[in-house]
């Protein structure tokens, strides 16, 4: 996972949680809001999901500068009923208002059955998966979606890239199980594995990465190309290509930017981009947080002990490889965390520097090594 | 599309409508329910999705005369409140409990901006789409996933299927175009298309079939023997290889169970046919209804506006073919429907005779021809 190696440091995760809140701070965040998104950035880096956690500081840092990233904002809820509500991000970072937009769906689903929130105006939040998790705390199911601002992937049958890479998480808890946590991009992979592979200048799995005319690209840099450089070609929708069922992908793409973003008033980034005037506009993503409590349909704890009797099943299903047993969406997270915690996260030396460099810009103490 | 031949009589669809009720109330089901399977049934055919629509008259005759489908059966709301419902579906065919499911939704959704329905005890209702355009005819959103019978399968890393093809469907009304109605099976493909593969002994494309060692199968002849005669190997979920992302489909045909079974109280297939101690127990399949009103986020109209502009930004994607224009998510399926309403549905003679043996069996009039 190159998660060793004299390049690499191993960072505990208070120390993490620590400098974020630190630089949030020094650029004006108020103080529940920075320990809140510090908290998810955090724990996504903790669950592996490296390239969604502490290494998104650099980013932020930009869309600050350019101000088109409010942290001062507070999120609002600006409409509500009893298992629906609309909070308004402020043009923040998406991780607050999504932990806030998770709780009201929540709290609406305990008390109604069910509870959908819709966000619009806010930033990245991280892996949808860690809102997810928060509601099967609760004993609640949830679906998250959300859009992405930039846009990479190409629409099955198209030249250029419409979407973003948009996700869709799926929780439940079980009894004596982890709760099932299902976090993926609707693209075939993201656009960080195809960095690696450009990086390390290695051959592409077909179906990663199309051209112009919908073929493959399998040129470590010519993938790199078309995926930050040329304005056609792009990501595949999960399938890969039209004979694998690309459509689906695309689809379900389409079902994460409508729930994340239509639904909510959030942008189409193709039409924000057109659109776009000043260089400090928000990027207006949305999201959509949905949780069901099962008590509303089952007696209480039939749910979570038919979840226990399934990923019975699944972990008893014969494997194809004796060494790699069948897994349960959620597990390599769950792995991942126990490794970290107790090993701490690996950053790289580069990273290292680059948030020493924002600690000397912004005025925050550098706080992640030391005594 | 083989819809054209020697072999295959052309059906307008009321003869099929006319066909299928005289055979379900020959059946003895209730004839409110018989006219709303056959409308489900029909327009199914109508769409193009000839696996789901007529074709399924041989199934249920099987599963009526083993005594597990209970066609006289009127499905019962168990537990309701202001926005979820479980409705039992008495062991009945899925089609009636599933218009009843969804319209449920739909007037809680009505009423409380959001409605989701679930319903056990029931059996196969079609294509998932169908019930997700309900939905949009009254201006609302639609999420539909069911769990299925015959497990067929294989999850990532796994040696022996575990899962159906638990679809999920999502549907979305726009204003100046057809509504948006995404409907797939978490599988890479249809075991039917293997089945047409094999019939015409081609070769298959890599990852839709995989054998007990997680290898692709790509002749026709195996793959049909590990789909239909051996207990390990079988279709792949949607991503078809792990490097391709199959852990994804893997995990949303796992979503589409949790929400159409566990949540509602169906069966997980594998542990049916494990504790399955006559032939004439129900398979107890389970579906999930959600319906959302847009006018609850949004002011009326605005999310139908944006709708629209972002299926234009979609028409106007450049494609990698010029002939082949990028399509939205159940276009093909207007397509289909026009055409079959002007020039008929397909009917093979094969299934043209089945349906004859059918009508002499249980006494229905043959009306699928005649003038």
């Not at 996972?1 to 949680?17: K, N, S, W, Y």
């Not at 101000?67 to 998406?94: S, Y």
């Not at 973003?164 to 709760?179: E, H, L, Q, S, V």
Request: glycine share 12%; charged share 20%; with cysteine.
């Amino acid at each position: 996972m190159g998660d060793t190696g004299p390049g690499i440091l191993r960072v505990q995760a208070d120390r993490i949680r620590a400098q974020i809140i630190a630089i949030l701070l020094a650029w004006g965040m108020l103080e529940d809001l920075a320990e809140t998104t510090a908290e998810v950035m955090t724990e996504t880096d903790l669950i592996g999901v490296d390239s969604h956690g502490i290494s998104m500081l650099m980013l932020y840092e930009r869309m600050r500068t350019a101000g088109q990233l409010q942290l001062q904002a507070r999120p609002q809820v600006v409409r509500e009923n009893a298992c629906t509500a609309l909070v308004d991000g402020g043009a923040g970072l998406g991780h607050p208002v999504g932990v806030m937009g998770m709780r009201l769906a929540v709290e609406k689903a305990l008390a109604a059955g069910i509870g959908a929130v819709g966000v619009f105006n806010s930033h990245h939040f991280g892996a949808a998966g860690y809102y997810a998790r928060l509601a099967t705390e609760r004993g609640l199911l949830a679906m998250i979606t959300s859009s992405a601002r930039t846009v990479v992937v190409v629409p099955t049958r198209g030249a250029v890239p419409v979407l973003g890479t948009n996700p869709i998480a799926f929780a439940a808890p079980a009894k004596r199980n982890r709760p099932f946590v299902l976090d993926i991009a609707t693209s075939t992979v993201a656009a960080n594995k195809v960095k690696v592979y450009g990086l390390n200048d290695k051959t592409l799995p077909e179906g990663w990465v199309a051209d112009e005319a919908g073929r493959s690209v399998t040129d470590a840099a010519m993938a790199m190309d078309y995926l930050y450089r040329r304005p056609e070609g792009g990501l595949t929708p999960l399938g890969g290509t039209a004979e694998m069922g690309s459509h689906k992908g695309y689809g379900l793409g389409l079902m994460a930017q409508i729930l994340g973003a239509t639904l909510t008033g959030g942008s189409f980034s193709p039409l924000r981009e057109g659109r776009r005037t000043r260089a400090d506009e928000p990027d207006n993503v949305g999201h959509f947080f949905m949780a069901i409590d099962p008590r509303a349909f089952r007696p209480p704890g039939a749910f979570e002990e038919d979840m226990d009797a399934m990923i019975d099943v699944l972990h008893a299903t014969p494997p194809a490889d004796p060494e790699r047993p069948v897994l349960v969406p959620g597990e390599p997270e769950d792995l991942a965390r126990a490794e970290r915690l107790r090993d701490g996260v690996p950053i790289p030396l580069t990273l290292d520097g680059h948030v020493r460099e924002i600690c000397a810009r912004s005025g925050a103490a550098y706080v992640l090594q030391g005594e």
